[in-house]
């Protein structure tokens, strides 16, 4: 007993010694984000609430994934996307003194079905004013080629102008990483936005190395969150040999694992390199789970139900709403104006 006691000292201090040494030796010519864990635990909260199908409780804040470290969040714009199935939306989250833009996952086959086309997703297409930079067409397009931008950018200005500079935090999980890397990147490179930062969940790989290093310059305190075996990350596959033709991730992962000592198992966030393919982080294993990827940090990231690109609004929200010719629709209000329809409304109609 005392000397198992005494191997779980020795290999605790080695990890924690180990990821100092590791910390301090990093050569990188970018000064690399710090992980904040608090943050980190808020900002899943979004990742997760985005995924609501019942507009009203998202956009009135009420829903039951609305109620925990992100009580209070003030909505200004919702942004509905029905013909590609998108869902995103902005607004102002006074403690964190931020601006929070949160992107939903991919809604439009089996989880299943969506993980195997990511195996053959192509780098196609060469991301405008960078040179040798490859991204892929569909990831780039779900955010700079459907109603999401447009709606993403307006509200943005919106809350700016009422709030002043408030910080600009992005998040999304999956698909919804992916979005909001792009999203970040637009910010910085056309809306001379400052003080933006990300954090994405289980996204997969979006673009080349050349794409990763001039991601990393222009948005450099990001960070992309990795769960234990979760197969997303992994995908589409970095090519080992191929290095100028295979995706690579961007700075910085912090990959989430455990570590079992028999009956105790201790929860480990691993702050990795700045080269954004750290082989001692989730490289170093498999990936072959979907279950790891449907939940972070204890919170679940998926809709109730697949296959729904259903929506359910109540009337009394839809006066907030435009809608366009293809169906898709922005619910949108002036930054800190209550909507009508109040919480006991809201219920009574659910
Ligand atoms: C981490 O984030 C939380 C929430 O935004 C903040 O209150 C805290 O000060 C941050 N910690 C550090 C060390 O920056
Ligand atoms: C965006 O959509 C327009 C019109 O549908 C199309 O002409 C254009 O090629 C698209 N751009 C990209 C990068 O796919």
Redesign the pocket.
Known sequence: MEQKAWLIFVIFTCLIASSCGRELKVDHKHKLPVY?H??AT?LVEYASAVYISDLTELFTWTCERCNGLTKGFEVIELVVDIENCLQAFVGVAKD?NAVVIAFRGTQEHSIQNWVEDLFWKQLDLNYPGMPDAMVHHGFYTAYHNTTIRHGILHAVKEAKEFYGDLDIMVTGHSMGGAMASFCALDLVVNHEAKSVQVMTFGQPRIGNAAFASFYAKLVPNTIRVTNDHDIVPHLPPYYYYFPQKTYHHFPREVWLYSLGLGSLVYRVEKVCDGSGEDPTCSRSVTGNSIMDHLNYYGVDLMCQEWRSCRIVMDPRVAEYGKTDHKGNFILSRAPAMRVRSNEGEVKASA
């Open positions: 904040n608090t943050l808020i964190l």
